[in-house]
């Protein structure tokens, strides 16, 4: 059974601010981690489900398909949810290079790296559109019961609370 994904690449970097140059194998096996991390809890593993098997299928409802990509107007879906709390995650890996010995900051020709500051600042904005969204996700379920009756939108515990001063979660049984 091949993995499923809620979102691909590009509409990750269509929906935030990563730069449309940047390697897919950097940031894709996030995709994974932030579905089961933050979908899942706030819709419930049930309809989590159903969703995953819909996207393997092709068979998604018109329901299914208004939750997973929005209504158009006010309501912008799991994909926002989902491609914000990606793009937080993967800041750390986009950032750094592992190395056979090392872990170094990433460097490109005429641009200088940011600072341990200037890094969380930018997470941080990450963060916020990802929480603003999935919140927006619980309350649009809430506010649509009748058609989503096997969503439980149980929420998110904040999963950051303890940090170090990269702003990376240190509390691992959290994670």
């Known amino acids: 059974m091949a993995i499923q994904y809620l979102i691909n690449e590009q509409e990750i970097k269509d929906i935030t601010s990563m730069p449309d140059n ?3 194998s950097k940031f894709q096996m996030w995709i994974q981690v932030c ?3 933050y979908i899942k809890p706030a819709i419930g593993e049930t309809c989590y489900n159903a969703l995953l ?3 393997e299928n092709d068979d998604l409802t018109a329901l299914e ?4 990509n929005g209504d158009n107007r006010s309501f912008k879906g799991i994909k926002q949810s989902l491609a914000w709390w990606v793009n937080w995650e993967s800041m750390v890996d986009l950032w750094l290079n592992i190395g056979n010995s090392t872990v170094q900051k990433r460097k490109a020709e005429n641009f200088d790296s940011v600072t341990i ?4 600042m930018k997470r941080k904005e990450s963060e916020n559109a990802a929480s603003l969204y999935t919140d927006y996700l619980i309350d649009y379920i809430q506010c649509n019961q009748a058609d989503y009756t096997c969503y439980s939108c149980e929420g998110l515990t904040p999963l950051i609370d303890e940090t170090n ?3 990376v979660s240190t509390d691992y049984d959290k994670i």
């Open 22 to 24: 940047v390697d897919a």
């Open 35 to 37: 579905q089961d991390k």
């Open 53 to 55: 098997d819909g996207v």
């Open 65 to 68: 398909l208004v939750l997973l």
């Open 117 to 120: 500051e200037e890094f969380n």
């Open 165 to 167: 001063s990269t702003g």
